[in-house]
Nanobody, 127 residues
């Protein structure tokens, strides 16, 4: 059974940084696409970042240049480094995994392409 456990969320001031972690079990992160999505109150869940099996990284427009996705294969963990945080980044952040193999980034933006999700971790950015 595949399980994804997020951690690292919390309260931070605008301009600050956080690093989220997603520990996977039941699936080897290097062999699957891994993504981060977020959902703010009253809004749809939106794509944040993904890393493919080919080590290509993809980012949503609102986080480009500020967030970085990476993975540690030895720890079977995916990270999301978030810098220059803004109040608009406040949301629950979810880790997800997909068996999709693609060189097209748009395929990783789509929620329905992901088959397992974590429970989420809250990130709150104060102004």
């Amino acid at each position: 059974q595949v399980q994804l456990v997020e951690s690292g969320g919390g309260l931070v001031q605008a301009g600050g940084s956080l690093r989220l972690s997603c520990a996977a079990s039941g699936r080897t992160v290097s062999n699957y696409g891994m993504g981060w999505f977020r959902q703010a109150p009253g809004k749809e869940r939106e794509f944040v970042a993904a890393i493919s099996q080919y080590d290509f990284a993809y980012y949503g427009d609102s986080v480009k240049g500020r967030f970085t996705i990476s993975r540690d294969n030895a720890k079977n963990t995916v990270f999301l480094r978030m810098n220059s945080l803004k109040p608009d980044d406040t949301a629950v952040y979810y880790c997800a995994t997909t068996p999709l193999r693609s060189y097209s980034g748009t395929n990783y933006y789509t929620r329905s392409n992901y088959d397992y999700w974590g429970q989420g971790t809250q990130v709150t950015v104060s102004s």
